[in-house]
């Protein structure tokens, strides 16, 4: 056989190159839909779940939608239409605020996936099979990460400025192009039906939470951004190589490659759990390779199980994080990673086994095969965009010098729970709580809820962002997870640092602090971060965490204590605080009647800034803060 003509090339490239924007948009969505389901869940629990669940089984409704229009058209112009109202809908969405942009957001989350599955189902249903929409898939899901890691992991979706429009506009302006192409050139239409489309809901649960998000990667591996972050986004790519060339894995591999591998991320600590990541990576993209692959001939893609089928995959991609997360409000009764886990055992299980009449097979293994022009197309451009996001990263890495103080200078330090970066609108805006902070110049900051790839956090490193924005260093401690904790930010030489695990007790959330040793002329000036355990009634937790948390420091001349204490003016936890010979600076240089929880309308006051061997010198509440659902606290103060 001859090479592919030109027209030929194009035909297939285009609809594939619809498959790969879509599924960098639709990550995208996904992520923002963390954020979103925060205003809900200010409302109640059930709430959040329940407009978590219908928002996701909604996609079944869009896809039906669709269906519809192929009926009276063809699959390229559904296709096409799906792909018009989704660009107007992202595009709508990133100028809203509010709830207005909670609800069109939600809903174009569930039109993505809609759109995603119907596109998959006609690329798959073609003659080149499941293999090559796994590389497009894979291709997509490293443009995603490429974008991330070029914005700094904060996406152009909570973005106002023109960076933020511009790259939503040209991200979408290829998929139009990529969509009108697919519709006007000669192209076979698909032939086989594609019966395990649901695959895509729990897969994307994995990409979305742990294998194609950034943040986590550095996070849970405890190394840099600017380390994990490429490895992360080449593994993708090469993850997209492999499913398109290399062929079917044993059966066996199947029900153990995916779960060994998760299990991998989740229960290894250091550079290791990138291996077991990209693993995930390879064995995730082979398990989609092995379920698109061609089921049944002669049957028409559009039916209503194209309906049964979207919802699926929307079911299979909110539900294990749904279950996982939802062990911070109320324990589950076992690891909460066991469900993550459980998920990979599930797709990797249920795609060995096949159904006797699901369609010619070959047997024994395939063999290695060219990837083929479109899909090296493919590659190359996903690629470029993947390397300029690591060169980004690794650039904005290079460390900025510390600057010292002299001994008399007054220092200034921000203490603020950020919520991991939600803000009450239940929009994610990092440079407005970067410029909160550097308004006051301060020498230390001290965080809590920090999110590092978080899931309700929208996916962002904010230690990082934050640290690369305000041109500091930064230490952080994970607290409920390697994805959420507490943080310090300086300018100022660190000598030391401890992570302090603190008592679980009455839970429901692990709880932690972080300390770092700051150098200072006259000796050295220790600083803590911490958050206690929440709700009210939980005192007798809160007092054994700050047991610990002064056992530890029960030697530093010189020290401050900041944070969330989730404690009042005259609860037993302040006492506490106070007995060593703490001293509040905003009772002896501030206001103690200002409130900082939450931040709009604020009824307690529960962050504290304790401090011994220091001068308070002024403190103060700020009430217009309103990034986050508590108000930080700026204190002036002077250290020997």
């Known amino acids: 056989m001859g090479e592919p003509s030109s027209v030929d090339a194009a035909a297939r490239l285009a609809p594939l190159s619809v498959v790969t924007v879509l599924t960098a948009v639709t990550l995208e969505l996904l992520r923002s839909t963390g954020p979103l389901l925060d205003a809900p869940l200010n409302v109640g629990l059930t709430t959040a779940i329940g407009a978590a669940l219908l928002t996701f089984a909604g996609a079944g409704l869009w896809a039906l939608g669709l269906v519809a229009v192929a009926r009276r ?39 993505s996936i809609a759109v995603l599955t119907i596109a998959v189902a006609i690329v798959a249903g073609r003659e080149e099979g499941g293999r090559t929409v796994a590389g497009a898939l894979a291709a997509g899901a490293g443009l995603n990460m490429g974008m991330q890691l070029a914005l700094g992991t904060w996406d152009a979706y909570w973005r106002h400025d023109w960076l933020g429009w511009a790259i939503t506009v040209v991200v979408l302006l290829c998929l139009v192009g990529a969509a009108q192409l697919a519709r006007r050139e000669p192209t076979t239409p698909p032939t086989y039906e594609v019966r395990r489309l649901w695959v895509l809901g729990p897969a994307f649960a994995l990409l979305w939470m742990a294998i ?144 006797p009449d699901a369609g ?54 921000v203490s603020w729970n950020l919520h991991y970066g939600v803000d009450p609108d239940a929009g994610v805006d990092l440079e407005e709580i970067a410029r909160s902070i550097e308004e006051h110049n301060p020498a ?17 490193d904010m230690a990082t962002w934050l640290a690369q924005r305000l041109e500091m260093d930064v230490v952080y401690a994970p607290a409920a997870d390697r994805q959420m904790g507490n943080a310090v930010l300086t300018n100022l030489p660190v000598t030391n640092t401890i992570a302090i695990e603190l008592p679980y007790g009455q839970g429901p ?36 965490q700050i047991e610990r948390l002064l056992q530890t420091h029960s030697n530093s001349p010189v020290i401050i204590i900041a944070g969330d204490f989730n404690a009042q003016p005259g609860w037993p936890e302040i006492d506490a605080m106070t007995g060593p010979g703490l001293i509040s600076a905003q009772d002896v240089s501030g206001d103690p009647t200002a409130l900082t929880d939450p931040s709009t309308n604020p009824e307690k006051r529960i962050d504290w800034v304790f401090g011994r061997g220091v001068t308070f010198l002024n403190t103060e509440v700020l009430a217009d803060a309103l990034s986050s659902d508590h108000l930080p606290l700026v204190v002036v103060f002077d250290a020997p």
Do not use: C
């Open 73 to 111: 058209a063809d699959a390229a112009t559904a296709m096409f239409a799906g792909t018009i109202a989704l660009v107007a809908a992202r595009l709508l969405v990133q100028g809203l605020t509010g709830m207005a942009r909670v609800w069109v957001g939600l809903t174009t989350a569930s039109l």
């Open 360 to 413: 010619p097979r070959e047997s024994g293994p395939l063999p290695l095969r060219p990837i083929g022009r479109p899909a090296s197309v493919l590659m190359v451009a996903t690629g470029l965009v993947a390397l300029l996001g690591i060169a980004l990263t690794i650039g904005r890495d290079i460390r900025k010098p510390v600057s010292d103080t002299a001994a008399d200078d007054a220092l200034t330090l």
């Open 212 to 355: 194609a998000n950034s943040g986590f990667a550095a996070s849970q591996s405890g190394t840099r951004l600017a380390f994990a972050g490429p490895i992360a986004g080449l593994g993708l790519l090469f993850a997209g190589w492999a499913a398109s060339t290399i062929g079917r894995w044993p059966a066996p591999a199947f029900a153990i490659a995916p779960a060994v591998a998760i299990a991998g991320v989740f229960w290894t600590s250091g550079p290791v759990v990138l291996v077991f990541l990209v693993g995930a990576q390879l064995a995730t993209f082979a398990v989609i390779a092995e379920a698109l692959d061609r089921g049944t001939a002669g049957r028409s893609v559009f039916t209503p199980r194209i309906g049964a089928a979207a919802t699926l995959v929307g079911l299979g991609a909110i539900l294990p994080l749904l279950l996982f997360q939802l062990d911070y409000r109320i324990p589950l009764g076992f690891p909460n990673e066991l469900v993550i886990v459980a998920t990979a055992v599930f797709i990797g299980a249920a795609v060995g086994l096949r159904r």
């Open 444 to 460: 230390v900051v001290t965080l809590q809820e920090v999110s590092r790839g978080w899931v309700l956090g929208g996916g962002a």
């Open 509 to 544: 959330q692990e709880r932690s602090a972080i300390s770092v040793d700051i150098a200072r002329p006259g000796g050295f000036l220790r600083v803590v971060s911490v958050h206690l355990q929440n709700p009210r009634d939980f005192t007798e937790t809160r007092l054994d």
